[in-house]
T-cell receptor
Framework: GAGVSQSPSNKVTEKGKDVELRCDPI?????LYWYRQSLGQGLEFLIY????????KSGLPSDRFSAERTGGSVSTLTIQRTQQEDSAVYLC????????????FGPGTRLTVT | DAKTTQPTSMDCAEGRAANLPCNHS???????VYWYRQIHSQGPQYIIH???NNETNEMASLIITEDRKSSTLILPHATLRDTAVYYC?????????????FGKGTKLTVNP
């Protein structure tokens, strides 16, 4: 079946612009996660959605970052007034939590802020 | 979630077994050990997880010591495609955060 998909695969933006990154989770997966990976660094948790519960936003680095999940499926991560330090690969994952703890990751969106 | 310690890098010859160690001396009774890997320019991929008993699937085997303070991921016949960064993660199954906390992992290079 189809895995997690993300778009765009690459995004180059100018400092100060807003960007939207999209994630389509595996159909039926109730849990959705956003992570980011800066060059040469490990993965950093950003935000977690589970069903209709309030999202866990504890990993968002600043109030310029926000995310929503519409209809319990597609999610959009928005970064306002982008800064150069926002340059990273943004990864989305989904899972069947609580039935399963395995997270399935998408290919990521590489964001470059110039 | 408990912290883990892994070697920074390892090498393995193609066709041989790759044994990747992980120390998790502060692991709690309800925490599982998970292994993921990340091949260059791809998202992480789930490999295997376990609580106390050794586990095996089509990708790998997981050996957990009796005191649960360390574990070893075994790739029985490593191929060039197994070159990746391997992450050992411990996490609670209930009452803990559902996020994964990734460390630096072990960069495994499989050589021809």
């Amino acid at each position: 079946g189809a895995g997690v998909s993300q778009s765009p695969s690459n995004k180059v933006t100018e400092k100060g612009k807003d960007v939207e990154l999209r994630c389509d989770p595996i159909s039926g997966h109730t849990a959705l996660y956003w992570y980011r990976q800066s060059l040469g660094q490990g993965l950093e948790f950003l935000i977690y959605f589970q069903g209709n519960s309030a999202p866990d936003k504890s990993g968002l680095p600043s109030d310029r970052f926000s995310a929503e999940r519409t209809g319990g499926s597609v999610s959009t991560l928005t970064i306002q007034r982008t800064q150069q330090e926002d340059s990273a690969v943004y990864l989305c994952a989904s899972s069947l939590f609580p039935l399963s703890y395995e997270q399935y990751f998408g290919p990521g969106t590489r964001l470059t802020v110039t | 979630d408990a912290k883990t310690t892994q070697p920074t890098s390892m090498d393995c010859a193609e066709g041989r077994a790759a044994n990747l160690p992980c120390n998790h001396s502060t692991i709690s009774g309800n925490e599982y050990v998970y292994w993921y890997r990340q091949i260059h320019s791809q998202g992480p991929q789930y490999i295997i997880h376990g609580l106390k008993n050794n586990e095996t699937n089509e990708m790998a085997s997981l050996i957990i010591t009796e005191d649960r303070k360390s574990s070893t991921l075994i790739l029985p016949h490593a191929t060039l495609r197994d070159t990746a960064v391997y992450y050992c993660i411990v996490r609670a199954t209930q009452g803990g955060s559902e996020k994964l906390v990734f460390g630096k992992g072990t960069k495994l290079t499989v050589n021809p």
